[in-house]
């Protein structure tokens, strides 16, 4: 920092100082010579507290090269989402030709999905699931597609039917995370964008809500080009944003959301008024951070946790770490051969089942590792749970929402090289209980530098909106009123 700020400043400073006659005394030379100096020092200190964001660029993920001829098409343009005979009957058929290998007794869930609760999923899926009248349910919120930088960018925008006079509607941009889609957000959506129908406030805060599906999930476009991580996603995001009208807006994200939207405020600090997570991710610490887990093992307090913290953190940090390789399993192949295992989901029906919903087992509750149907309908619903794995079903989308984590991981190992770039926006931290990892707010301090709520929920996991739509809701919009008021 020194080595760039001074010599600039002290060529501009020498100059000024040479200006002088050499007659003019040396009492009048030495006030001058110190307020230059001065002003380095107020010159260096302002240059500190510049904010460093992302560089936006610019990309291409269509197929081939980009052309030089003509702009992109830019036009918003309503989708529907449909399905066919054929789609259905060629699903039946897939279904009904599915081989099982018997689990091991009592193993419940812990060698993953057991083939018994499988075989009665798949047999509701064939017999009892309508897939028509799921699809009526998709399309009850408005369906758009735009192209951004070569492929089609799938997205819900959802504006609410009333608005209280004198109230400004607060755009919300929420953004879903592997194996999930923007279905996740269809309870959580009525709630925002119909608080008061719901009870869940005296209607000061109206939200319309934009859900995106990533590139390469669901009914966005995979991108054809290497490379596609979350930094590309953020800036398409943004780009979106910017092409439905908006300067500035309010952004939620969690799984790999909360990667893609940390991202854009590290990128437009100015177009975002709020940064709300419901998971945090901070990567490889360095020793400072070795040494509060450490201390905090023992005395929490001195290094800045709570007994909360320290109660969501040892159990897990003393005693199962085998827990986290257990969970992260999944991460290894798709960070690096991702092709390899999805060609087999994309072939199989059952098998995407099985490798999907076994995370909204686990990662919804730990202890329904020990449970026969892995604890799922005690959440969700069979509907629910298949309407999602549909969504990558009939769009062969798991290839490519595999690869995002090979690209992400493949040049960021660690996914903490952007840490350096704090994020100084208004955030607000939702820490539900069951989630993959805890983050206390004394760490996430060290990149979220401007947090004005933090909440400790009292129950829910990994699929927050999915699975407590109306405590994110909550929790969201007591974030979204602090900010409007500061």
Known sequence: MWQEILPNAWKTVSSQIRSF???????VLVPVAALGVGGILIYWLRSRHKIKTIEMGDG??????????GREDDSIRPFK????????????RRLDQARYTPHVEGAAFHYGFNSS????????????????????VLNKYPHFHTTIEGIDIHFIHVK?????????????????????????????????????????????????????????????EAPHQQGFDSIATARIFHKLMKRLGFKEY?????????????????????????????????????????????LGAYVPWLVGL??????????????????????????????????????????????????????????????????????LESKYSLDELLTNVMIYWVTSSIVSSMRYYKENFSKDPNLNAYNRFGVHVPTGIAAFPQEIVHTPRTWAKDVYKNIVTYSYMPRGGHFAAFEEPKLLAQDIMQFVRKVEQM
């Open 60 to 69: 291409w993920w269509g197929s081939g090269e980009r052309s030089l001829k």
């Open 160 to 220: 609410p039917s009333y608005v209280p006079h004198g109230r400004a509607v607060q755009p919300l941009l929420m953004v879903h995370g592997w194996p999930g889609s923007f279905y996740e957000f269809y309870k959580i959506i009525p709630l925002l964008t119909e608080p008061a129908k719901h009870g869940l406030n005296e209607g000061d805060l109206v939200f319309e809500v934009i859900c995106p599906s990533i590139p390469g999930y669901g009914f966005s």
């Open 21 to 27: 006659e050499y007659s003019q005394k040396n009492a």
């Open 250 to 294: 309010y952004i939620q994200g969690g799984d790999w959301g909360s990667r893609i939207t940390t991202n854009m405020a590290q990128m437009l600090p100015q177009s975002v008024r709020g940064l709300h997570l419901n998971i945090v991710f901070l990567g490889k610490q360095g020793l400072g951070r070795l040494i509060s887990i450490m």
């Open 306 to 375: 709570s007994r909360e913290d320290a109660r969501r953190i040892y159990p897990f940090m003393q005693k199962n770490v085998y827990d986290l390789l257990r969970e992260s399993g999944y991460l290894h192949i798709q960070a690096t051969k991702p092709d390899t295992a999805g060609c087999g989901l994309n072939d199989s029906p059952v098998g995407l089942a099985a490798y999907i919903l076994e995370k909204f087992s686990t990662w919804t509750d730990k202890s329904f590792l020990h449970k026969d149907d892995g604890g």
């Open 81 to 92: 989402i449909e399905t066919s005979d054929k789609e259905i009957e060629d699903l039946h």
């Open 117 to 136: 609760y499988l075989k009665e999923v798949v047999s509701y899926w064939r017999n009892q699931f309508d897939w028509r009248k799921q699809v009526e």
